[in-house]
């Protein structure tokens, strides 16, 4: 029995008392939409462990769901099962006691960062320790600690899709590639994206006047 959706249907219980599907996840999109954008310039404190992944789902979902932040007390899954409740704890005690510091010793060496950061993240993907919500979770951290590390995670250069089909292949398969194919491209050295950035607006000035 799933006690995280109203009686007879798969529709997750939420703050708005919406029982449409297809509404609750427009008010959702909404809603974290916007907490995910605060967070671009207010990036949750923390010490990159999992306490500091349960804040930063708090903030995402705090208006939608009660149970924002909190672990999840059943088991979930698609084709196999997450991590099974009894373990979560113990299990990221493994992932994130180490997470931080293996990325940040090899920060210098971008190859060498992405694998750290893909082995760990793959692990953060398979402990699932949320309901709903651990995707957009477990990216916002990335991108906290890339930026602790000193680089971008520019996801624009990646899709919704394409990170699901990594998520799978992870999980099911324990395949990597599909992420270190993705990080390959959107974690960027934050000098390096700056100066694409600064000649960008520079560009964008220029297309913005007429020439006569």
């Not at 703050?15 to 671009?40: I, M, P, R, V, Y």
């Not at 208006?63 to 009894?86: P, S």
């Not at 993705?182 to 006047?209: A, C």
Request: charged share 25%; net charge negative.
């Amino acid at each position: 029995m799933d006690k995280y959706v109203y009686p007879g249907s798969d529709i997750l219980i939420n703050k708005f008392d919406c029982h449409n599907k297809a509404e609750l996840e427009k008010l959702e999109a909404l809603s974290t939409g916007a907490n995910l954008a605060w967070l671009q310039l207010h990036p949750i404190r923390g010490e990159f462990d999992f306490q500091h992944l349960k804040d930063i789902h708090y903030f995402i979902f705090q208006d939608v769901y009660d149970w924002a932040g909190q672990v999840r007390t059943i088991d979930i899954g698609k084709n196999n099962l997450f991590c099974r409740t009894q373990f979560i704890d113990s299990y990221a005690d493994s992932i994130f006691s180490c997470f931080f510091m293996d990325c940040y010793e090899c920060r210098e060496d971008k190859s060498n960062f992405i694998t750290a950061l893909t082995k760990h993240y793959a692990d953060m993907n398979a402990l699932h320790p949320f309901r709903e919500g651990n995707g957009r979770a477990q990216r916002e951290f990335a991108r906290e600690l890339c930026m602790e590390c000193g680089y971008v995670l520019d996801l624009t250069e990646t899709t919704h899709q394409e990170m699901l089909d990594a998520s799978i292949a992870s999980f099911n398969r324990g395949d990597n590639t599909g992420f270190i194919s993705i990080f390959s491209r959107v974690v960027i050295p934050y000098d390096e994206y700056r100066n694409y950035q600064q000649k960008l607006n520079s560009t964008l000035l220029i297309l913005s006047k007429d020439d006569m």
